[in-house]
Structures are given as structure tokens and as C-alpha cells.
């Protein structure tokens, strides 16, 4: 078999080398610590990489990717790394950003039984559901599947806020939580109007006291 992942050695030297080329002290600064101001909770999808598409360099995100960056209250993965990032880190910002023409999105619009899956892509099915007067007015099935991308991404936000790990951060600190969308074909990312600031953004049943 061609060793492609050759590929992956070489640019990653070649990358180290210009890092230390432009900045000697770069590594060794990243080394002693990291106090990113984001969490970044982003899909899997290869074509959206956190700090490619946002200009950023290592130690600025902290990020969490999975499947149609979904924020599931029963997955220990996603809950220790948002208690690591806000509590120890102290994140300033969190961000939940889908992306257009998500394969995850997409397949949970269907009745297509994909295995396993299907209990992960069954919570944007609960958004489609939420939504469903909404979203069954768009003929358009590619402008419909966009709506859901961008209403998964807000219902994620707002799951984020429902956790007790962000309200109990709101009771001690600032901590905004975003929904914003990437356009796969623009490059560009969308804000999409919602910025969670506090308890008093959410429905009274959500809110601990
Ligand atoms: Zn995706």
C-alpha cells in the first residue's frame, strides 16, 4: 500500500520549521500552557478545521468536533471537555458552528436507516420536529436542509446553555455562548443572530437558582 501519510510527516515538518522560522520561541511558549479565550464546538466534517477556516493559531480554541456538532447533556466526551474549558480555562466564548451541506444534517432528514448512527442523528430529528411547520413550508430541499443546519446550530447554543456548567459559570462570570454557520462553498462563517449571555435567555424551566 502507497504510504500517503508520508505526506502528513513532511507537512508537519515542513510546517514545524516555519513556525520556529518565524517565532524560535514559538513551541517553546506553547509548551508551558494554554489559556484559549474559545471553545469551538464544530462537526467532523474534514472541510471545516477550527483554526484553518478562523485565522487562528495553535493555543487559541479549544475545540470539541463530532458528528453535526451536536451538544448531548449524556455524553461524558462533550461534558468533560466543556467543564475543563470553562472551569479550568476559563473560555470567554462559546461557539457551536455547523456548516452547510452537512452530511449529518442530511441524513437525519431522511428515513434512511444508517445503523448506530441513527441514535446520535435522531437529535436533529428532534430539531426537524421542533421545526417542522417551518421547515415543511421551504420546497426547496437544499435551502430546506441549510434552514436545519442553521436551526441545529441555535438548538445546540441552547442546549449549551441549558448544562450546569455554563449557568453555574454565569453565576461567578461573562461567558457568551454563539451559533454561527460555515459556508463550505463562500469560506465565509455566519452569524446567525444569537449570542446566550445568561439564564434570563432561557425558558424559566431551564434555569437553576
Ligand atoms: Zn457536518
Not at 61 to 90: C, G
Not at 91 to 107: E, F, L, M, R
Request: net charge negative; charged share 20%.
Amino acid at each position: 500500500m502507497e504510504k500517503t501519510y508520508n505526506r502528513l510527516i513532511e507537512g508537519n515538518k515542513k510546517w514545524s520549521d516555519e513556525k520556529s522560522g518565524i517565532d524560535p520561541e514559538f513551541f517553546k511558549t506553547l509548551s508551558q500552557g494554554q489559556s484559549p479565550e474559545f471553545l469551538w464546538i464544530g462537526c467532523s466534517d474534514s472541510r471545516v478545521p477550527a483554526n484553518e477556516i478562523t485565522g487562528t493559531n495553535s493555543g487559541e480554541i479549544f475545540v470539541h468536533r463530532n458528528v453535526a456538532n451536536l451538544v448531548v447533556h449524556t455524553d461524558m466526551n462533550f461534558l468533560s471537555v466543556l467543564q475543563y474549558s470553562v472551569e479550568v480555562l476559563k473560555v470567554k466564548h462559546i461557539i457551536v458552528c455547523g456548516h452547510y451541506g452537512c452530511g449529518g444534517v442530511q441524513t437525519a432528514m431522511t428515513n434512511n436507516d444508517a445503523g448506530l448512527v441513527n441514535n446520535w442523528l435522531r437529535n436533529i430529528k428532534d430539531v426537524y420536529d421542533k421545526y417542522q411547520i417551518e421547515l415543511d413550508n421551504i420546497t426547496d430541499e437544499k435551502e430546506k436542509t441549510n434552514h436545519l443546519v442553521e436551526l441545529n446550530a441555535i438548538e445546540q447554543a441552547y442546549n449549551l446553555a441549558r448544562t450546569s456548567i455554563v449557568q453555574n459559570a454565569w453565576k461567578q462570570r461573562e461567558l457568551h455562548v454563539h451559533a454561527w454557520v460555515y459556508g463550505l462553498s463562500t469560506g465565509r462563517i455566519k452569524e446567525l443572530g444569537v449570542t446566550i449571555t445568561g439564564p434570563q435567555d432561557l425558558p424559566n424551566i431551564y434555569q437553576y437558582k
